[in-house]
């Protein structure tokens, strides 16, 4: 059974495509009916078919590992950052002046003496 394709190339893979042809010396056509058949002569049909059924079984065996496990939590380690540094980040995002800051530290510091 025979049936026709249409193929669209932009003009840099087509000049590709001209040019692995004329270093082949053959017509972009055959060329092109080459790379997706193969040559009975160099036996890249055979070659491509069992690359593809090889490349199969190893993404129906990645399947089945990947259900008998089940997901794996992924541990992220987040760097623990002191309150106080989340706050003078916060007042500093929304553009409180230095020295505002820095008497939030000081009442800061007073609340942890008074603990």
């Known amino acids: 059974m025979r049936k026709n394709v249409t193929i669209g190339f932009s003009p ?19 060329y092109l009916k080459w790379l997706l058949q193969g040559s009975p002569v160099d036996g890249m049909t055979r070659s491509t078919s069992m690359i593809l059924e090889r490349l199969d079984e190893i993404n129906v065996a990645m ?3 990947s259900s008998e496990q089940g997901p794996q939590p992924v541990s992220v380690r987040v760097p623990r950052i002191a309150p106080r540094d989340v706050i003078q980040m916060r007042l500093r ?3 409180l002046p230095s020295s505002t800051i820095q008497q939030v530290n000081a009442v800061l510091d007073d609340i942890e003496a008074g603990q």
């Open 12 to 30: 840099a893979e087509f000049m590709r495509l001209q040019g692995a042809a004329a270093a082949a010396r053959m017509p972009v056509a055959s």
């Open 63 to 65: 399947a089945r590992l």
């Open 93 to 95: 995002a929304r553009g």
